[in-house]
Every structure is written in C-alpha cells, then in structure tokens.
C-alpha cells in the first residue's frame, strides 16, 4: 500500500507559477501527475521513472511543466509554469508498477492522492 498526499495547489492569474508537492510513503516504479477537470477524463501531465529518472510530459506542457523527486525526502513535485486558464483542473499524483511510465495511463496507476486545485483565472 502507498499513500499519498498532494499540496500546493491554489489559486493564480494568467501566466503565473505554481509549484505542486507529493509525499509519498513508498517508492514505485512510476510516479506521475494527472489532471482532470469535472465531467472530462483524467489526463496525463507528466511521469518520471523512478529507476531510469527518465521523465515524460503531455504535449500540452511540455516547455512549462517541469517533474522531478527527491528520494529521500520521498516528495514528488510538478512546476507549472506560465498557466493559463485550460491548466484549471484537480491534480493528482499516483504512483504505479507498469512500465514504460511514459504512457502516461490512469488505469496502469494503483495509488492515489486525493487531489489539489488548481485554478487560473484570465
């Protein structure tokens, strides 16, 4: 079992910056963050192998979203940057076994965070 725990989320205007924070109790192949806004499916954002440290992102982010870990402080983080108001959404860390990470698939992620919003106004 891994739990996880997401802060960071909050509330900015149009071109700002947020930086997303995910603890996590134990280490998993893969870590990732997705995103889903009420009534759509949850989208991939970003994942890092956690073996590889090899990192991949949606290409709706690339350039402004920026994924990394700090094993031993057992946090996963996201830097979004230059929001604009499509990235308003709930974001979620998970953590998953199925390799390559780079599929960035909801259903290949066994554990969940609860979620932070995030929310960009024009």
């Known amino acids: 079992q891994v739990q996880l725990v997401e802060s960071g989320g909050g509330s900015v205007q149009t071109g700002g910056s947020l930086r997303l924070e995910c603890i996590y109790s134990r280490n998993k192949e893969c870590l990732a963050w997705f995103r889903q806004v009420p009534g759509k499916e949850r989208e991939g954002v970003a994942s890092i192998s956690t073996y590889f440290g090899t990192t991949n992102y949606a290409d709706s982010v690339k350039g402004r979203f920026t994924i990394w870990q700090d094993s031993a402080e057992n946090t996963l983080y996201l830097q979004i940057n230059t929001l604009n108001p499509e990235d308003t959404a709930t974001y979620y860390c998970?953590?998953?076994?199925?390799?390559?990470?780079?599929?960035?698939?909801?259903?290949?992620?066994?554990?969940w965070g609860q979620g932070t919003q995030v929310t960009v106004s024009a």
């Open positions: 998970a953590a998953g076994s199925a390799v390559p990470c780079s599929r960035l698939r909801p259903t290949e992620y066994d554990y």
